[in-house]
C-alpha cells in the first residue's frame, strides 16, 4: 500500500514544484509596515499594486480607532461560542441589518469568511433535485461549493447569455423530468482576474423565459460600484433581480468576514442551516465593530469611491494610452496582458520590483494559458498621481525589454528567502 505522504512530497503541486526558488519573493512574499500604497518589500519601499484595499480603508484613522477601541473592550475571546448556540449579539445582529438596508435587501447574514460562507450557503440552499447553472470563470469558493451539492450543475460559458439560456433550457428540462427541484443561477457582480462585470442584467432578464433564482457574488463590486456603493446590480439597475446578494469583507472593508443578503424568510432559512456558521463560533466581535464603522464610511464618504475611480481611470487610460491591452474591464480591476514564458514572467517581475520599486501580482500558467502573463492591479483610493506615472514608465519600459527580449532567462530566477 502507497503511503499518502510519499505521492505528496513527489509531486508539490503546478506552483509548489516551483517552491525552492519562488518562496518569499514569487510566492509567499511579505509586505510590511503600515498599509498603503506604498510599503516595505525585502527592507525597500515600493508601490503596491496588489493589495485588496479599494477604498484605502485599511489603514484608515478612524478604522484603526475602532478595530483598536474594539479589540480592547472585547478581546478576542467573544462571542463565546457559535451564533445559534451562545455566540450572539446585539452588534452582530446590527450589522446584519445595516448591510442588508445598504445593499437594498430585507434580511442579510455574517459569515466568517467569504470562502467557507459562500460554500456552506451553496450548499444549504441546493437540494438533491435543484439544478445549478453558473458561469464557467466563477470563483474557486463557488467552483468548490458545487463539488459538495448532490444536484446536477450546468456551465455556461463567461458571460454568455445566449449559452446560459441554453445551459437554463437544460436545467428546466431536468427539474420538469424529475417533477422536484429548482433552478438557482450563479455568477459575479465583477470577475476578480479580469475586471468585466457580470451580466447581471442579461442574465437577470431570462427569469422571464425559464423561472429561476439568482445568486450574485460581488466580492469586487460591493463598495466601488453603484451611486450608494450598493455594487454592480445596483450599477446594472437590476439590485432588485438579485435574489441572494453574496460580498466578503476582504476587499473594499479590508477586513475579514462575509454577508449573505436576500429575503427575510430565505435568510431565515439560511440561518437556521448554514453549517458552517452553526458548526464554527461566530465572528468576533472586534470584527464586527471594525466592520460596522466601515460600512458607516462607505455610507458616509463618498469621496472614498471617487478617489478611487479617479485612480483607477488614471491607470487604465495611461495603459490604454500606451498600447496596453487591459482586456474588458468595466470596474477597478486593472489586468495587462502580455505574452511571454513563466520564466520571462519570472525575470520581469523582478526588474520591475528591484529596479523601478514597484510590487504587482502576476498570474501565469497554469492559472491561464501557457505563453500569456497577466499582471493584475488593484488601484485603491490612496494612491497617488506620481505613483501612477512612475507605474506607467515602468511598464512601458518592461515591456520594451520584454518585446525584445531581454528577459529570456533558462530557469526562474532563485530568489527563495534561505
Ligand atoms: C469573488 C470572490 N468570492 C469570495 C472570495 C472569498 O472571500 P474571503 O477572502 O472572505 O474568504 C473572494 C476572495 O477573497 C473572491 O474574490
Known amino acids: ?52 484595499n479599494y477604498l484605502g480603508l485599511a489603514n484608515h484613522p478612524e478604522v484603526r480607532k475602532a478595530d483598536a477601541d474594539g479589540s480592547a473592550q472585547y478581546g478576542l475571546a467573544l462571542p463565546m461560542g457559535a451564533r445559534m448556540m451562545s455566540g450572539n449579539s446585539d452588534l452582530h445582529e446590527q450589522l446584519e441589518r ?95 482576474m479580469a475586471g468585466d462585470q457580470g451580466k447581471l442584467k442579461e442574465i437577470a432578464a431570462l427569469k422571464k423565459k425559464v423561472p429561476f433564482r439568482l445568486l450574485v457574488d460581488d466580492a469586487h463590486g460591493f463598495g466601488t460600484l453603484g451611486t450608494t456603493g450598493a455594487g454592480a446590480g445596483e450599477a446594472q439597475g437590476c439590485q432588485d433581480e438579485i435574489d441572494l446578494y453574496f460580498s466578503t469583507f476582504a476587499k473594499s472593508m479590508a477586513s475579514i468576514g462575509a454577508f449573505m443578503a436576500g429575503p427575510r424568510t430565505i435568510i431565515d432559512y439560511i440561518r437556521y442551516n448554514i453549517r458552517s456558521q452553526i458548526f464554527a463560533k461566530s465572528l468576533p466581535m472586534p470584527y464586527v465593530v471594525g466592520n460596522l464603522k466601515r460600512l458607516e464610511l462607505l455610507r458616509s464618504k463618498p469621496e472614498l469611491k471617487e478617489n478611487l475611480w479617479k485612480n483607477a481611470l488614471a491607470l487604465q487610460n495611461g495603459l490604454k494610452e500606451r498600447g496596453f491591452d487591459i482586456g474588458k474591464t468595466d470596474s477597478v480591476v486593472t489586468p495587462v496582458y502580455m505574452k511571454g514564458g513563466v520564466e520571462e514572467a519570472t525575470a520581469m517581475v523582478m526588474d520591475i520590483r528591484e529596479n523601478y520599486k514597484i510590487f504587482c501580482s502576476i498570474v501565469v500558467y497554469p492559472v491561464i494559458p501557457k505563453g500569456h502573463i497577466i499582471y493584475r492591479l488593484i488601484p485603491t483610493a490612496v494612491h497617488t498621481q506620481e505613483e501612477i506615472d512612475l507605474t506607467l514608465k515602468a511598464f512601458s519600459e518592461t515591456k520594451a525589454k520584454l518585446d525584445a527580449g531581454a528577459y529570456k532567462v533558462a530557469e526562474i530566477p532563485d530568489m527563495a528567502n534561505k
Open 98 to 192: 445595516e448591510l442588508a438596508e445598504f445593499v437594498h435587501k430585507e434580511d442579510s447574514i455574517l459569515m466568517n469568511y467569504g470562502y467557507q460562507g459562500i460554500m456552506s450557503a451553496i450548499d444549504a440552499i441546493c437540494g438533491r433535485h435543484d439544478v445549478v447553472v453558473y458561469d464557467a470563470e466563477c470563483h474557486a469558493c463557488i467552483i468548490d461549493a458545487l463539488r459538495m451539492i448532490p444536484g446536477h450543475r450546468f456551465v455556461f460559458k463567461h458571460n454568455d447569455v445566449e449559452d446560459c439560456e441554453k445551459q437554463l433550457l437544460r436545467a428546466q428540462a431536468l427539474v420538469d423530468k424529475q417533477q422536484s427541484g429548482g433552478v438557482l443561477v450563479i455568477t459575479e457582480g465583477v470577475f476578480g
Open 1 to 52: 500500500m502507497a503511503d499518502i505522504f510519499e505521492r505528496l512530497i513527489k509531486n508539490y503541486g503546478p506552483i509548489g514544484q516551483h517552491r525552492e526558488r519562488a518562496h518569499g519573493y514569487f510566492a509567499f512574499p511579505k509586505l510590511e509596515g503600515e498599509v498603503g500604497s506604498k510599503m516595505k518589500f525585502r527592507g525597500q519601499e515600493m508601490i503596491v499594486w496588489s493589495l485588496n
